[in-house]
């Protein structure tokens, strides 16, 4: 299924859905590559199989093979970091915030794109799964790499967009079985 038929498949109740989504597919703040990536990897982490197959046929196509092996790879890092930097922050025991993660993460150092697109899915993954600790760092080391308020506020609406159609796919798959 393709992206738009996607779309159109949403119910009327998620109209303004349907419509953010298409604004978004033309946000101009991004770059081409990092709103592909974006859409990418908020598709992977918000674990909608009929999405994600939509979305990656869209912008997959968008992306260079190693851009789009790199947001696939920051879904699934902030998969796993986003779980255990969030434990760190919650549980208000401050030894586990000391403590080595003991967790391997080298692809947030060498992602095979540009680090400041790597930091900006991650930023967005980081929304979608609700790490604080997460999304601060990631927050800051792009607004460091250049990144202003706008382009930040863009990747999360991206995010936060995406997820909703996650949220109304699995609803209406689970109201019609």
């Given at each position: 299924?393709?992206?738009?038929?996607?779309?159109?498949?949403?119910?009327?109740?998620?109209?303004?859905?349907?419509?953010?989504?298409?604004?978004?597919?033309?946000?101009?703040?991004?770059?081409?590559?990092?709103?592909?990536?974006?859409?990418?990897?908020?598709?992977?982490?918000?674990r909608n199989a009929a999405l994600t197959?939509?979305?990656?046929?869209?912008?997959?196509?968008?992306?260079?093979?190693?851009?789009?092996?790199?947001?696939?790879?920051?879904?699934?890092?902030?998969?796993?970091?986003?779980?255990?930097?969030?434990?760190?922050?919650?549980?208000?025991?401050?030894?586990?915030?000391?403590?080595?993660?003991?967790?391997?993460?080298?692809?947030?150092?060498?992602?095979?794109?540009?680090?400041?697109?790597?930091?900006?899915w991650s930023l967005a993954v980081s929304?979608?799964?609700?790490?604080?600790?997460?999304?601060?760092?990631?927050?800051?080391?792009?607004?460091?790499?250049?990144?202003?308020?706008?382009?930040?506020?863009?990747?999360?609406?991206?995010?936060?967009?995406?997820?909703?159609?996650?949220?109304?796919?699995?609803?209406?798959?689970?109201?019609?079985?």
């Amino acid at each position: 299924m393709s992206l738009e038929d996607l779309r159109a498949s949403l119910p009327d109740y998620a109209k303004d859905l349907k419509l953010n989504l298409s604004s978004l597919a033309n946000e101009q703040v991004l770059s081409a590559q990092q709103l592909a990536g974006t859409f990418v990897a908020c598709a992977i982490a918000s674990r909608n199989a009929a999405l994600t197959s939509a979305v990656v046929a869209e912008y997959g196509a968008k992306l260079s093979p190693e851009a789009l092996n790199a947001a696939k790879a920051a879904a699934a890092i902030m998969g796993m970091n986003n779980i255990y930097y969030r434990f760190t922050h919650l549980v208000e025991v401050p030894d586990y915030k000391t403590l080595p993660a003991k967790l391997r993460m080298t692809v947030i150092g060498r992602p095979g794109v540009e680090k400041v697109d790597f930091e900006l899915w991650s930023l967005a993954v980081s929304a979608i799964n609700g790490c604080g600790m997460c999304l601060e760092s990631h927050e800051h080391v792009v607004r460091e790499a250049g990144l202003n308020t706008e382009q930040v506020q863009a990747a999360v609406r991206v995010a936060s967009v995406v997820h909703a159609v996650a949220v109304v796919l699995d609803a209406e798959a689970a109201l019609s079985a």
